[in-house]
Each structure stands twice: as C-alpha cells, then as structure tokens.
C-alpha cells in the first residue's frame, strides 16, 4: 500500500494529483497514488486556490488560460475592480475609477484614457508553503525513491502548517513565456558529498525558486540568487506587486 508524501499515512484510494492546478495551467505533470484524500482535499486545496487567485502574473493567468477545471472563464479580482475573460479572445476590465488613479490626455488627433489597475498584495508564507507542495510532488515525479527520506520531514510539516517556520523562496520577473517545472540539484562538496535539491517553476512570466532540503543551510540557493539575479523573499510579511496600466487610445473624428 502507498503512503502520502505528506502526511505519510497508508492510500486506501489511489487518486491522480496534478501537481499544479488545472485552474491555473493544464500540464501533463501528474502523480498518482501519491497524495491521500484527506491532505489533498484541505491544506493542498487551499494551497492550490490561494496560489491560482495570487501568483505574481495572475492577470496573466486570465489572459493564457482558456477555461478553469470548473469550465468557467478565469477571473481575478483587484482592489478597484477585476479582470476577466468573456470569451476565447477578449478581456474584460472593470474598474472603480477615481481622481488618483484616472487620467486624460488629449493630442492634436486622439483622446487617452489611461488607468492603474491595483493588484491585491500576495502572502508570502502562502506562496511559499504552495511552491514547498509543489516541490515535493516534484522530486516525487522526478526522483521518486528519495521523496521519503528524513531529509524532506520538515518540508512535509511546513506544507501542512505544522510548523511555525518560514522557508525563503527566491523569484524574478522573467521575459521567457515557456512554463517548466524542474528540480536543479546542486551537489556539495564538503566533507560529506550531499546534494541539495531546488524547485525552479517559470509560469505566467515568473520564476520561482524554493529549496527542499537542508533547509537551515541556505548557501545553494543564494548562489542562485547571485547568478541569476534573483530577489529573495526571506520574511512571511505581504509582497506588494506592481500596478497594472490600462489604456484606452480613441481617434478624433473631424466632420467636413
């Protein structure tokens, strides 16, 4: 009988687990046997919800993907407003409109009616408990006859908040629209030859990078952050993303 690489409890029923959400992207990455029911349908799931609704590039997310698991359109809601899909090929924005965030520019042949669209700020510990998960199910598709060392039990707790802890991830902001989910494995050569084992998930024009062992021992990831010119989140506290621009360009017509 299998165990769940999480809570580490027997399977009665083995179930497929698609290691990022269908509402979020529709990818061929899937375990099965690997997750019980009983992790799957709670913090899993709501790890899953929270990080479909709040990654970075959730707007994105409206624009890419074409329908959620449910069959619905993709929709994200924004502090003055939200944005959603109507159909396969258009977007629509409604907003709140105020003196701050409005403004109007008129040229010699054309009115711009231009707007910032106010994203909602993002919990950092939610984000990195949901790339732990993923990380994890990872190492499981990828390599998994280690998924069940010793090395991964704090990992396992920290996805399901057993532990008052906070795991630092590090991200960018990237021009590749290619999705990958990977596993780098930085091998240490010190007294005692250990590999250190990283999840490198690029999704809706970010890269995220979360380490999965020795986690009281950050040099891999640092390096990482030093070549690839990363910003490293290393507090639980709400990341503030950038505002959006909405612009409405209408061409003057002249009567003869």
Known sequence: MNKCIFCEKPIKYESIEHILPE???????????????????NNLSDLDNYFCHNNFGSELRVNYLQKTKKGKFPKLDV?????????????????????????????????????????????????????????????????????????????????????????PFAWKKTTNKKFALLIKE???????????????????????YIQLNQLDKLESLM?????FDLNIQQKKCQIVLDKLQNKIVLNKVTKI
């Not at 509402?23 to 349908?41: D, E, M, P, Y």
């Not at 930085?186 to 995220?208: A, D, F, S």
């Open 23 to 41: 509402s979020l992207i529709k990818t061929n990455f899937t375990i099965s046997g690997a997750v019980c029911s009983l992790c799957n349908n």
């Open 79 to 167: 502090i003055n407003g939200n944005i959603q899909k109507i159909d396969k090929n258009k977007v629509q924005v409604q907003q709140k409109l105020n003196a701050k965030n409005f403004r109007i520019t008129v040229s010699e042949d054309k009115w711009t009616f231009d707007t910032d669209i106010v994203k909602r700020g993002v919990n950092a510990l939610k984000i990195s408990r949901f790339l732990s998960k993923v990380g994890l199910e990872t190492l499981y598709y990828y390599k998994k006859e280690i998924v069940f060392n010793k090395e991964f039990s704090q990992l396992r707790k920290y996805v399901l908040n057993d532990i008052d802890k906070f795991i």
């Open 186 to 208: 930085c091998v240490k050569n010190n007294e005692v030859r250990k590999t250190v084992y990283i999840l490198n998930l690029i999704i809706y024009g970010y890269e995220y």
């Open 223 to 227: 390096l990482l952050v030093k070549e």
